[in-house]
């Protein structure tokens, strides 16, 4: 349990890290990107400890699988109701941008403050196993420097396992903009650890660029490149073959809706057609 308890305590620390920059900055419009680099810190951060559960928990601190997936269902319960609209990804930046909902700026912002909170979060947990607070933790930081990648298969098969994963992702994402946070965070949090623990032996779905960059791709094995296409283009392919599933187009490539009839919303009284015939 002294594993368990260090892991909680680590969480707790991310958590008030992230819940005290939302709090500084939720004022402020403009700074959104500062709040962006939080969730990301916050995601990613809890992740890795997730994952060194999942590599090392089993047999050096008796946690099974039961106890990975509850804390990685608490972990992204958690991030959704403390970041709220911060979602720390990437995919749903362009996402918004593409359906012309932000600026080309603050896409960019953005995104760059959620590459820079993935990778200090992966520092600030090196520096964390580091300190070698339990015997999970000095085996983690003995393997850091050869960690294992999440890529277990090609990079074709990994492409469209991430791709699907993000299509189905992003539809229900859709689908759930305008129900209640009661019911959309829940349910976001409960599909991210089905479709993880689903695809845990091909690419672990993470469906974000950043977490992706942040947990796997220091990892050796594959290159930079290679890891690009699985987890960042992967993703945003399949994001975008939603976008274009659920409205019909690309707002912010086609004006006109390519796959759906759009009917008018003002019918023509049959008086006035008969008139019009007669004339």
Known sequence: MSGLNASLGYFLAVVIFATSVRTLFKKWPWFSFIMEFASSFMLVACWLEVQTIVEVGEWAGGLGPDVTLT????????HGIICGGMSGNPTLVVLKFLHLE?????????????????????LFAVYYWRLELTDMHMIKNMMAS????????????GFFTECVCALIFTLIHLSLQRRSALIRVPVIAILLTFLSYTARNYTSAFINPSLAYGLTFHCPGFTLVEYAVVYWLGSL????????????????????NLLYFQKTRFRVPKGDKAEKKKM
């Open 71 to 78: 804390m990685l269902f608490g972990v992204l319960l958690t």
């Open 102 to 122: 932000v600026t080309s700026l603050s896409t960019l912002l953005a995104i760059s403050a959620q590459f820079l909170g993935a990778y200090l979060a992966r």
């Open 146 to 157: 050869e960690c294992s990648t999440s890529l277990l298969v090609s990079r074709l098969e």
């Open 237 to 256: 392919t399949g994001m975008t073959l939603a976008l274009l599933l659920y409205v019909g187009h690309i707002p912010r490539i086609f004006a006109r």
